[in-house]
């Protein structure tokens, strides 16, 4: 009993100190953002930059485009959600604002094929085999029961009781 109460005093450290080391080493990685620089990011996707100066508050523009998060160290995670521009403003504690930065959100980058039966559209994605891809345009039909689909298979994933529903 006492070696594993002492492991864990051991561990502990020791995994807090390489987390930190792992934190410095990617937040290093990450590219800042320069003056009336524009941020493309594609939809369904995150894009990581960096704010210079004590940001305190961000502000997005349009959040049905991108979905903006402020991280420890000023390192923003941009979440391309619907096609088009918004803006994101960053600032400071006082209320100044530090940037205001334009957000270009752009359509996917896998191989898409698009399918039309009359006014319905079906998106598919073909990396290296064609499968269902649900995207902002296909038909509400066809939206809705991937949708569906998706949702249950993440409710199901999420049971831990063991027992279907």
Known sequence: MLFRYFRVIVDRPLLLSLFAVAMSLSVADIPAVHAGETISVNVDQAKLFK???????????????????????????????????????????????????????EGPTDQLVTVYKGTERESYSCMPLCQRRVTLGDSENYFKANMDQAGTMSSQAGNTTGKAN
């Open 51 to 105: 704010l210079t100066g004590r940001v305190a508050t961000l502000v997005v523009g349009n959040p049905l485009i991108a979905d903006v998060a402020l991280q420890p160290g000023g390192v923003v995670v941009v979440t391309g959600k619907g096609y088009g521009a918004t803006n994101v403003i960053a600032m400071d504690r006082s209320g100044d604002v530090l940037e205001d930065r334009i957000i270009q959100v």
